[in-house]
C-alpha cells in the first residue's frame, strides 16, 4: 500500500524532501508499520520521530490524520482506511510552543 | 599562507567563519542545521576537512552530522546511543535516585590519531566511541560503572559529560570533565576510570573534599606538557603539575573565579585564558564588562584584556565550549557570547574584534588552523 506521509519542516529538511512522502507499506497499515517504512526509505530520521530502543513516540510529537489524533492509540492498530488507500496523509505534527 | 577556520555551534544552526592568516577579513556561512541546536562543532585534526556536529532538538532529539568537504556538504551520521548493560541511576537534584537517560551530545572528540574514531560525551553522563566515523557508537562503559556513579547529580544544565582532553603523547590516556561529578582519567583507552578531584574544594557539597561531586566546568592542557592540566571549576580556577593527580587552586587576583571556559596558549604552555563570570546565580561579567583575563605564569597573577570588548552594559555569558586558540603566531584566541557575538584576537589577546555581532546565542567555539 502506497501510504502518503507529512512530516514537520525539520524533519522535511532532514530527510531533504520538499513535501509529502510516499512509503510503500508491506502488510497492515499501523502507525509501526508506516515509520517502518518511512524509516527504510530515509534511514536520517531514525531516532527523530520515536525512540531508537523503545520505539515510543518522542514526546513532543503527535500523530494525526483524517482529523483525529492517533497519538495515544496502540502503535499496532491499523489506521483509517483513508489513509491506507492514500486518500488522507499520515501526519507527523511537532507540538507549538514559544510565546 | 595559512587559512583559519572557526566552527560556531549556537541555538539556532552552525556557522563557518574563514580567513586568511592575517585574521583580519572574516567571511561568514551559515547557518547550517538552522533552527537546530548545536551543542557542538569540531573538526579532526587527522583530516581537518572532516568535520563533526552535535544537532540536537527537544522534538527531534539527537542526530549527527558529518562533513568530509570542511562544512561544504554534510551526511548525517549514526544517532543510536545505547548505554552498555543495566542503566542503573544516579541522584536526581532532589537525591533521589534517577535512571540514567540519554539527552543529547554534549561534545564529539575526534581521535587525534586515527581518521574514523571520534568520542561522545553525552548527557545523562558517560563516554561513547565510534570507529566507523560516527555511523555506529559504542559506550566505553568503564566510566558511568565506576563505584561512585549512583552519587552522580546533575548540574543545572544537566548531568553532562562536557569535557574529552586526550594526552598526545600517552596513547589511551584520556580526561573526561563531568557536570556534577569531577574528572576521571583512563589510562586503558577508556575501559577502566578513576576519579582525580584531590585538592579541589567545592562549598556546595557536604563534604567540599569529597572524591566525586564536583561541578567541573572546564579542563585544557597544551600538548607540549600533557600532564599539567588547567581547570575552571563552578568557583576557583585550578591548576595540576601531575596529570591530576591532585590540583591547587591559581585563582589569584580575578575579580571573580566563577566561569566557563579555560584554554592554553598556543606556543606558552604557560600561559592561559578564562572569562570572570560574577556569580552562579547571576552568569554575566562582573561590573558588566567583558573581560578576558590572561595569566602568563600558569594562575595566580593575571591581567584583564579590555581593548576591543565592551566595557560597559554587557551582560552576556561564555559558555565552557565556546573559547579556543588557533596556532598561528602570534596566537589567535576566539570566543563567543550568548548574546551572539564571536570575538578574536590575532595578537594573544591583547586586542579584540567582533568577527560576527548577530548569530543566535553561541554554544561552542572551535578553530581549525588549515595550510
Known amino acids: 500500500m502506497i501510504v502518503r506521509v507529512a512530516l514537520p519542516a525539520h524533519l522535511r529538511t532532514l530527510a531533504r524532501v520538499g513535501g509529502e512522502v510516499k512509503v510503500d507499506v508491506e502488510g497492515p497499515v499501523t502507525t509501526s508499520s508506516v515509520l517502518d517504512a518511512l524509516e527504510a526509505m530515509y534511514p536520517m530520521l531514525r531516532g527523530t520521530i520515536r525512540d531508537q530502543v523503545t520505539r515510543r513516540r518522542r514526546p513532543f510529537l503527535r500523530f494525526f490524520a483524517c482529523e483525529e489524533d492517533l497519538s495515544h492509540d496502540s502503535p499496532d492498530a491499523p489506521l483509517p482506511g483513508a489513509v491506507a488507500s492514500g486518500a488522507e496523509p499520515f501526519l507527523v505534527i511537532g507540538a507549538m510552543a514559544g510565546g | ?371
Not at chain 2, 73 to 87: C, M, R, S
Not at chain 2, 152 to 157: D, E, I, L, V
Not at chain 2, 212 to 225: D, K, L, N, T, Y
Request: some cysteine; aromatic content about 10%.
Open chain 2, 1 to 371: 599562507m595559512s587559512r583559519i577556520r572557526v566552527l560556531v555551534g549556537t541555538r539556532k544552526g552552525a556557522f563557518v567563519l574563514t580567513s586568511d592568516g592575517t585574521r583580519a577579513r572574516w567571511d561568514v556561512d551559515g547557518p547550517h542545521f538552522g533552527g537546530w541546536e548545536i551543542y557542538h562543532f569540531k573538526g579532526s585534526t587527522v583530516d581537518p576537512n572532516r568535520l563533526y556536529a552535535s544537532q540536537s532538538s527537544s522534538w527531534f532529539g539527537q542526530v549527527i552530522q558529518r562533513s568530509d568537504d570542511g562544512g561544504k556538504t554534510w551526511e548525517t551520521a549514526g544517532n543510536k546511543f545505547v548505554y552498555d548493560g543495566p542503566t542503573g541511576t544516579h541522584q536526581w537534584y532532589d537525591g533521589t535516585p534517577h535512571p540514567w537517560e540519554f539527552a543529547r551530545v554534549w561534545h564529539l572528540e575526534p581521535s587525534l590519531t586515527e581518521r574514523d574514531t571520534v568520542y561522545a560525551g553525552v548527557e545523562d553522563a558517560a563516554l561513547f566511541r565510534s570507529a566507523d566515523a560516527g555511523q555506529t557508537w559504542q559506550e566505553l562503559p568503564g566510566l558511568r560503572g565506576h563505584g561512585t556513579a549512583a552519587s552522580w547529580q546533575p548540574g543545572a544544565g544537566g548531568m553532562c559529560l562536557h569535557t574529552v582532553v586526550q594526552d598526545p603523547s600517552r596513547p589511551g590516556r584520556i580526561f573526561v570533565a563531568i557536570s556534577s561529578a569531577g574528572v576521571f582519567r583512563s589510562d586503558d583507552g577508556g575501559r577502566a576510570w578513576k576519579p582525580i578531584n584531590r585538592g579541589l574544594r567545592s562549598e556546595q557539597l557536604p563534604d567540599p573534599q569529597a572524591e566525586v561531586g564536583h561541578c567541573v566546568h572546564r579542563i585544557a592542557m597544551h600538548p607540549s606538557r600533557p600532564g599539567v592540566l588547567f581547570m575552571q571549576k563552578h568557583w576557583d580556577v585550578m591548576r595540576s603539575d601531575d596529570g591530576g593527580e591532585s590540583w591547587r587552586e591559581v585563582s589569584g587576583n580575578l575579580p571573580s573565579d566563577f566561569g566557563f571556559p579555560i584554554d592554553v596558549h598556543a606556543h606558552e604552555p604557560e600561559t592561559i585564558y578564562v572569562v570572570p563570570i560574577k556569580s552562579d546565580s547571576e552568569h554575566y561579567p562582573p561590573d558588566g564588562k567583558l573581560r578576558v583575563y590572561r595569566s602568563r605564569s600558569g594562575g595566580h597573577e593575571w591581567e584583564a584584556l579590555t581593548r576591543g570588548l565592551p566595557q560597559s552594559h554587557c551582560y552576556v555569558n561564555v559558555l565552557r565550549d565556546a573559547m579556543c586558540v588557533d596556532s598561528l603566531d602570534p596566537c589567535g584566541i576566539y570566543f563567543g557570547t550568548t548574546g551572539g557575538q564571536v570575538y578574536a584576537s590575532a595578537d594573544a589577546g591583547d586586542t579584540w574584534t567582533a568577527i560576527v555581532r548577530d548569530l543566535p546565542s553561541v554554544v561552542s567555539v572551535e578553530v581549525q588552523t588549515l595550510p
